[in-house]
């Protein structure tokens, strides 16, 4: 994990609003998996209709932070690029990272932040099938146990983890008002998704 929150108020939220026994997968990730995959539909449906491959090429160069003996980091987004899309749902994988890596519900939402943290400081990333997992998993855990749950080399997730650092600038502090604030956002944003698909039910 790249950092931590000032407290755990996502269960202090959910215990609030919604005093029922938590699910094997906790809502938060149901609700960020869903998120996730429209994010990922959206983005991938706009490179397919894109008139110029030149587009997609040109969303992953910026200027260079640090040369080391790995090379220059913090200097493209294209390094968490598959070479195919993993045959496995957001929703899947992170059930599967919660599963075997015992973190906290909140962890994956200081996650997401860090996710959306990047695409603001570097406009040109989108969120793809071929990235989306990688961002997922470095933004979550570092761990060479836990890079072979994610599906990479212990190696690899250590240099994505470094990637994710230099790009972010190393802000990876995610204070409590951010926190809560992003829990709620969540927690409106799937009761207008159930509230929506009430009413189409009903159309």
């Not at 490179?47 to 640090?66: A, D, K, Q």
Request: aromatic content about 8%; overall charge neutral.
């Amino acid at each position: 994990m790249l950092g931590a929150t000032e407290g755990e108020a996502f269960h202090e939220h959910e215990s609030e609003s919604e005093p029922k026994p938590e699910p094997t997968t906790p809502r938060v990730l149901l609700i960020l998996g869903s998120i996730l995959e429209r994010l990922v539909e959206r983005n991938d449906q706009l490179l397919e209709h894109s008139s110029s491959m030149n587009y997609y090429c040109c969303y992953y160069n910026s200027s260079p932070r640090l040369v080391s003996n790995m090379g220059e980091l913090g200097t493209s987004v294209k390094v968490f690029n598959g070479v195919r899309a993993p045959n496995i749902s957001i929703a899947k994988y992170l059930e599967r990272l919660y599963k075997y890596n015992q973190c906290s519900p909140s962890c994956f939402v200081v996650g997401y932040v860090y996710i959306d943290r990047l695409v603001h400081r570097h406009p040109q990333l989108l969120v793809i099938s071929l990235n989306v997992h990688r961002l997922l998993l470095t933004s979550n855990i570092a761990n060479a146990f836990y890079a072979k749950v994610g599906g990479v080399s212990n190696s690899e997730l250590n240099r994505l983890e470094l990637e994710l650092l230099f790009l972010l600038d190393f802000e990876v502090l995610v204070s409590s008002p951010v926190f809560r604030a992003i829990v709620v956002w969540i927690m409106r944003l799937a009761r207008s998704n159930k509230h929506q698909n009430h009413e189409d039910s009903r159309s």
